[in-house]
């Protein structure tokens, strides 16, 4: 019996509010609050008549603290759940703050604007220190630590599929299967097809910004940074069958870097095809992937904003959709003196997903973990006061709702390795 505000509503947030609606035993009551208000009030009246979970809706700008408080103020919720975008992850912390509300997300901070001085400064400092130069990075989030405990409220990062649900599985083996675990490798497969020569399965500046970094892996204390795109790998997915993947930096090997100290390697690998890659190649080569500002017209525009503006949007990509992803991780380390090696996974239909909910795989594999996320902190099992990412709690009740609610699992001994 609880009451949640939801910020945003994209394509991740449709699935997760989606899934709310059929969980109202625990939503009895939610708020969709975005930019856009009509879209809020078109997923309403989707869901209306098919639920108990009351919807209101509101319109907000995540941006400003000011309006969110005066919003969280009225509406009263036990939780905020920011599905917006990663650039609005420190207001909306902000303002969780003030009102003494817990808080969710799926994606750590990132800053809009990459050019601002006083934001560079800080990431060029800390590109020094820690070894990698990803725009986004959890020491914005980690450094709300205090604030959170001593108000005595949750701050849960990164309950997507990944982050998340694979920092989850991580916990998962090292609870069940390991005295130790000496390597992870984070697999994450699309062998979806949309029919479009070029587009992003969700937002198309936040996927573009990401892919098109630097990569990056944690060796034995270290971060190693690689050229975007240079350590390539096949691997055969169940469900999918053979794909090129290729090392990416990403998130959650900065968490499980920090808390499991005693892992030796973490890398993550997503697929891409020839045709992604050549079309992404030629819009970093023309500049349009740009995330500074430049003068058209004698307006100021953002290229990869403006080139957001021409794609596909992401939520409209549920209907064309088919194939399946696999994501999951594979362990090595140690079991009662011997090794031991598992590989973790969902496989998830794009098709299924969209005669359910209405999204691809892509939305539905972050959108119900976002849901578990938040019924976790919500019904009290992962609720102690502070800021966590979702390997720091007890991740059984976290594996059990991923089985009833649409993202069933595997676990496979001795799998393939990865070399
Ligand atoms: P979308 O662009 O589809 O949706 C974002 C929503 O946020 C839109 O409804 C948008 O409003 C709203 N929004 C943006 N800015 C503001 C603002 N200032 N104030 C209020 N609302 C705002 O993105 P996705 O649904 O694809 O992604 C949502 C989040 O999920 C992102 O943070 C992304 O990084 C994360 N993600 C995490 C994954 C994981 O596995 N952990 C995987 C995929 C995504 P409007 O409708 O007006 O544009």
């Known amino acids: 019996m609880s009451r949640l505000m939801i910020i945003g509503c994209g394509g991740v947030a449709s699935v997760a509010i989606h899934k709310c609606c059929q969980n109202s035993e625990v939503f009895d009551e939610i708020m969709i609050a975005s930019r856009t208000v009509s879209k809020c009030d078109a997923l309403k009246a989707e869901l209306e008549g098919t639920t108990s979970t009351k919807i209101t809706t509101a319109k907000v700008d995540a941006d400003n603290v000011d309006e969110l408080v005066a919003l969280i103020n009225e509406y009263k919720p036990e939780a905020v759940l920011n599905l917006a975008l990663p650039y609005q992850d420190l207001t909306i912390m902000d303002a969780c703050l003030k ?109 573009l910004r990401e892919v098109s970094a630097p990569g990056s892996y944690f060796e034995n204390g270290k971060w190693v940074e690689i050229p975007a795109m240079s350590i390539k790998r096949e691997y055969d997915f169940d469900g999918v069958g053979m794909k090129d993947m290729y090392l990416l930096h990403h998130e959650e090997i900065e968490a499980l870097a920090r808390n499991m100290p005693e892992v030796k390697r973490i890398r993550f690998f997503m697929t891409f095809g020839q045709s992604y890659l050549t079309h992404m190649k030629c819009l970093e080569n023309v500049g349009l992937l740009r995330t500074d500002a430049i003068e ?61 909910v209405k999204s691809q795989a892509i939305s539905y594999t972050t959108g119900v973990p976002a849901m578990i996320g938040a019924m976790m902190v919500l019904r009290g099992d992962w609720k ?36």
């Open 99 to 207: 009102c003494g509300v817990h808080y969710i997300d799926t994606a750590n901070y990132e800053a809009e604007d990459t050019e601002n001085p006083a934001w560079r400064a800080i990431y060029e400092k800390r590109c020094k220190e820690l070894g990698f130069t990803a725009y986004f990075d959890y020491s914005w989030q980690w450094a709300y630590e205090e604030k959170f405990k001593e108000a005595g409220l949750t701050a849960l990062l990164g309950t997507g599929f990944d982050p998340g649900v694979t920092s989850v599985f991580a916990a998962y083996a090292k609870k069940h299967y390991f005295d130790e675990i000496h390597t992870i490798d984070i697999l994450d497969c699309n062998g979806g097809d949309h029919g479009y020569p070029f587009a992003t399965n969700f937002n198309p500046e936040i996927n």
């Open 296 to 356: 058209f017209n004698g307006q100021q525009i953002v290229p990869i904003q403006f080139l957001k503006a021409l794609l596909p949007d992401p939520a409209s990509l549920g209907p064309r959709t088919v194939g399946k992803t696999n994501i999951g991780c594979i362990f090595t380390g140690i079991k009662d003196g011997k090794e031991r090696s598992i590989y973790i996974y969902n496989i998830c239909d794009h098709q299924e997903c969209y005669k359910e």
């Open 384 to 419: 102690k006061p502070g800021v966590f990412t979702t390997d720091e709690f007890d991740p059984d009740p976290y594996m059990d709702a991923l089985n009833k609610w649409g993202l069933p699992w595997v676990v496979e001994e001795n799998p393939t390795l990865v070399e």
